[in-house]
């Protein structure tokens, strides 16, 4: 079964370091991987996707994602945090044995960037 | 915004009532979802609609109704629900076109909260 992995609950940097929001996959196939964010009291919002090609994706606010099948981990990256990147992170792949569109969602890492 | 409202945002319901939730998304897809947003949980898929018809329901208790009477509109009809079903109710979108590689758009959700 198709499924991702969020191994952290909770992710804390100071303004200005780099941060990583991890994410491992399980898959039959090629993964399809997507990285969404809620900010507080709004919907998802889609920030980036894997799905061939580079392994290094970029996305929206400067957010980037690194794939690596050897370790089958899609983890999210960002050079320089900003306190307005507070917010809960979710990976998530597509689900090849639905006949939907389907995604699956991890847990989510809150994600605090403290000034 | 990302072109999916949801109305009413904050919903507060006794367990005898009835009442519906309501999702209409601008921008031309033509499948939908229901997602549940518990405290502490994942995201639960509830319902998919793929061009106006059910193709996914997750389990779902049938005090959960849904109705999706064309492409654009989404409804969740709720009767004789629970306190533990108190929760942030997404809707979303995306383009389902058999490729599987298409985002989903989400509305900014309904709090509710059954008392």
């Known amino acids: 079964a198709q499924s991702v992995a969020q191994p952290e609950d909770q992710v804390n940097v100071a303004e200005g370091n780099p941060l990583t929001v991890k994410c491992t996959y399980s898959?039959?196939?090629?993964?399809?991987l997507f990285w969404y964010v809620q900010y507080p009291n709004r919907g998802l919002q889609f920030l980036l996707k894997?799905?061939?090609?580079?392994?290094l994706v970029k996305g929206s606010y400067g957010f980037e994602a690194e794939f690596n099948k050897s370790q089958t981990s899609f983890h999210l990256k960002k050079p320089s945090a900003l306190v307005s990147d507070s917010a809960l992170y979710f990976c998530?792949?597509?689900?090849?044995?639905?006949?939907?569109?389907?995604?699956?969602f991890g847990s989510g890492t809150r994600l605090s960037i403290r000034p | 915004e990302t072109g999916v409202t949801q109305t009413p945002r904050h919903l507060v319901m006794g367990m005898t009532n009835k009442k519906s939730l309501k999702c209409e998304q601008h921008?031309?897809?033509?499948?939908m979802y229901w997602y549940k947003q518990s405290a502490k949980k994942p995201l639960e898929l509830m319902f998919v609609?793929?061009?106006?018809?059910?193709?996914e329901n997750n389990s779902v208790p049938s005090r959960f109704s849904p109705e999706c009477p064309n492409s654009s509109h989404l409804f969740l009809h709720l009767h004789t629900l629970q306190p533990e079903d108190s929760a942030l109710y997404l809707c979303?979108?995306?383009?389902?076109?058999?490729?599987?590689?298409?985002?989903?758009?989400f509305g900014p959700g309904t709090r509710l909260t059954v008392l």
């Open positions: 921008l031309g897809h033509n499948a």
């Open positions: 609609y793929s061009l106006e018809e059910r193709v």
């Open positions: 894997y799905i061939t090609g580079d392994n």
């Open positions: 998530a792949v597509r689900d090849f044995y639905s006949s939907a569109s389907k995604i699956i």
């Open positions: 898959v039959s196939g090629n993964p399809y």
């Open positions: 979303a979108s995306s383009q389902n076109s058999g490729s599987r590689d298409n985002e989903q758009f």
